[in-house]
């Protein structure tokens, strides 16, 4: 099966059972990151651009109930979902597929020439796109010189997505593809990592040009080829060889924290150490961080802006002592000014470790020693973040996180509604039950 293929005739059927699961966990926790996401002044801004610049009608913009156009959609709701670090990812990729795929796919439901799109087939899609975009975003890698926003790799997926959802035929999906990669943001990643901004990981800007791709290429607009797909280098490794029987969206891992991934192991190493130990934050003399070398350059202490805390280091180690746990209240607002957490942060210290460089992307690892005020010093070993794809959270944790994200924004009722109708998607004749649940405004 080649991409073209895969993008029109996999189906819900086709999917292994565990895949199938795996899509609505996914869904569910992307759509919850979006929830805690609309809590930002990102999210605010990007919803009232997107409403004035992507008028139209066939996308909505989620609790907000606006009617935009689907490439606008796509937009804003993805940056949504960016604006809180809490989404999935790949290790290879070393970024995020679902950030655009999700709202892509859901952006394109009013697409469909049928009118109608089942859930299951909603869930297929998310499958595809993700496929599409994770194989992307590794050929990207492996050919570019630089390192590239995940928007670069994940508007493939969106094309793809969009692609599907129009019933392009094979010459115009493959202009698609090309037109995506052409115009998806091939931003520097590292720029937003030493200088933390609203522009983050580029996923609602190649959300928006992989929707507006196919629909260019419908429209008879010239892109292909995809380099990515079809360029000589891109198959080096026989990465396009095992489409439709090798699963690139069961790589995924999940985030329990609001904070880049890299920040991760050193923030569960902090944390196992306080909880084995039962340790008083007043006994903590210094806070030694021991990592891998794009880790050890988060080095915002007083981040004053929730962008700059969530490509932070020392802050969300701190924090996560002070708070236990990462979400939005811990990193907005008042929180960037807590005293104790301040304090705490100023005690960090980070190393770079080159053997621990070595085994980034496919390992991110940290080692965190406490030093006390008496002297001792607690070692907690090399930690791995919490939810990799090898070790990923049971049900009742993927559940659990999506109802701590919406609670802060929505009613306990709709909340379970829109939980029940995310989880059960497969069950729902018309994917668009999902929109009505997510279309409405919310209170400030």
Same mark, same amino acid.
């Given at each position: 099966? =080649?991409?073209?293929?895969?993008?029109?005739?996999?189906?819900?059927?086709?999917?292994?059972? &565990?895949?199938?699961?795996?899509?609505?966990?996914?869904?569910?926790?992307? @759509?919850?990151?979006?929830?805690?996401?609309?809590?930002?002044?990102?999210?605010?801004?990007?919803?009232?651009?997107?409403?004035?610049?992507?008028?139209?009608?066939?996308?909505?913009?989620?609790?907000?109930?606006?009617?935009?156009?689907?490439? &606008?959609?796509?937009?804003? =709701?993805?940056?949504?979902?960016?604006?809180?670090?809490?989404?999935?990812?790949?290790?290879?990729?070393?970024?995020?597929?679902?950030?655009?795929? @999700?709202?892509?796919?859901?952006?394109?439901?009013?697409?469909?020439?049928?009118?109608?799109?089942?859930?299951?087939?909603?869930?297929?899609?998310?499958?595809?796109?993700?496929?599409?975009?994770?194989?992307?975003?590794?050929?990207?890698?492996?050919?570019?010189?630089?390192?590239?926003?995940?928007?670069?790799?994940?508007?493939? &997926?969106?094309?793809?997505?969009?692609?599907?959802?129009?019933?392009? =035929?094979?010459?115009?999906?493959?202009?698609?593809?090309?037109?995506?990669?052409?115009?998806?943001?091939?931003?520097?990643?590292?720029?937003?990592?030493?200088?933390?901004?609203? @522009?983050?990981?580029?996923?609602?800007?190649?959300?928006? *040009? &992989?929707?507006?791709?196919?629909?260019?290429?419908?429209?008879?607009?010239?892109?292909?080829?995809?380099?990515? @797909?079809?360029?000589?280098? %891109?198959?080096?490794?026989?990465?396009?060889?095992?489409?439709?029987?090798?699963?690139?969206?069961?790589?995924?891992?999940?985030?329990?924290?609001?904070?880049?991934?890299?920040?991760?192991?050193?923030?569960?190493?902090?944390?196992?150490?306080?909880?084995?130990? %039962?340790?008083?934050?007043?006994?903590?003399?210094?806070?030694?961080?021991?990592?891998?070398?794009?880790?050890?350059?988060?080095?915002?202490?007083?981040?004053?802006?929730?962008?700059? %805390?969530?490509?932070?280091?020392?802050?969300?180690?701190?924090?996560?002592?002070?708070?236990?746990?990462?979400?939005?209240?811990?990193?907005?607002?008042?929180?960037?000014?807590?005293?104790?957490?301040?304090?705490?942060?100023?005690?960090?210290?980070?190393?770079?470790?080159?053997?621990?460089?070595?085994?980034?992307?496919?390992?991110?690892?940290?080692?965190?020693?406490?030093?006390?005020?008496?002297?001792?010093?607690?070692?907690?070993?090399?930690?791995?973040?919490?939810?990799?794809?090898?070790?990923?959270?049971?049900?009742?944790?993927? !559940?659990?996180?999506?109802?701590?994200?919406?609670?802060?924004?929505?009613? *306990?009722?709709?909340?379970?509604?829109?939980?029940?109708?995310?989880? =059960?998607?497969?069950?729902?004749?018309?994917?668009?039950?999902? !929109?009505?649940?997510?279309?409405?405004?919310?209170?400030?």
């Amino acid at each position: 099966m =080649n991409a073209i293929e895969l993008i029109h005739e996999l189906t819900w059927d086709l999917l292994p059972g &565990g895949l199938r699961h795996a899509a609505r966990r996914h869904l569910l926790d992307t @759509v919850g990151a979006a929830l805690g996401g609309r809590r930002t002044e990102l999210s605010r801004i990007v919803h009232d651009f997107a409403a004035c610049a992507y008028g139209g009608q066939g996308g909505t913009l989620w609790l907000d109930g606006r009617q935009v156009s689907p490439p &606008g959609a796509a937009l804003a =709701n993805g940056m949504t979902i960016d604006a809180l670090d809490i989404h999935d990812g790949h290790s290879l990729t070393k970024g995020h597929a679902g950030a655009a795929v @999700v709202p892509a796919a859901l952006a394109t439901l009013g697409l469909a020439p049928a009118g109608t799109v089942p859930g299951r087939e909603l869930l297929a899609t998310v499958v595809v796109g993700y496929e599409i975009a994770i194989r992307a975003g590794i050929a990207l890698h492996a050919t570019a010189c630089d390192y590239h926003t995940s928007g670069a790799w994940n508007a493939l &997926g969106c094309a793809a997505v969009t692609a599907r959802r129009l019933g392009l =035929n094979s010459e115009q999906t493959r202009h698609a593809l090309g037109i995506a990669e052409y115009h998806g943001p091939r931003s520097p990643m590292m720029r937003c990592i030493d200088h933390p901004t609203m @522009v983050k990981d580029g996923s609602g800007w190649g959300a928006m *040009a &992989g929707v507006s791709a196919a629909c260019l290429a419908q429209a008879g607009f010239t892109g292909a080829p995809a380099a990515l @797909v079809e360029g000589p280098d %891109a198959d080096a490794a026989g990465l396009w060889a095992d489409l439709g029987h090798g699963w690139r969206a069961a790589e995924q891992y999940f985030k329990p924290h609001a904070v880049c991934r890299w920040a991760q192991p050193a923030v569960e190493a902090a944390l196992a150490l306080q909880q084995a130990h %039962a340790l008083p934050l007043a006994r903590i003399h210094c806070i030694r961080v021991v990592t891998f070398a794009h880790a050890a350059r988060l080095r915002i202490a007083h981040p004053a802006t929730t962008e700059a %805390a969530q490509y932070s280091l020392p802050f969300p180690v701190a924090a996560a002592l002070v708070h236990g746990r990462l979400g939005a209240e811990a990193l907005t607002g008042a929180a960037l000014a807590d005293e104790a957490v301040l304090a705490l942060a100023d005690r960090v210290e980070l190393a770079e470790d080159p053997a621990l460089s070595a085994r980034f992307p496919a390992e991110r690892l940290a080692r965190v020693q406490i030093e006390l005020d008496d002297g001792a010093c607690l070692d907690s070993g090399e930690m791995v973040p919490r939810w990799e794809a090898a070790d990923p959270p049971a049900d009742a944790e993927v !559940l659990d996180k999506f109802r701590w994200l919406a609670a802060g924004v929505l009613p *306990a009722e709709r909340a379970a509604a829109l939980e029940d109708a995310l989880w =059960n998607c497969a069950e729902l004749p018309d994917a668009r039950t999902l !929109l009505d649940r997510l279309a409405s405004p919310v209170a400030s």
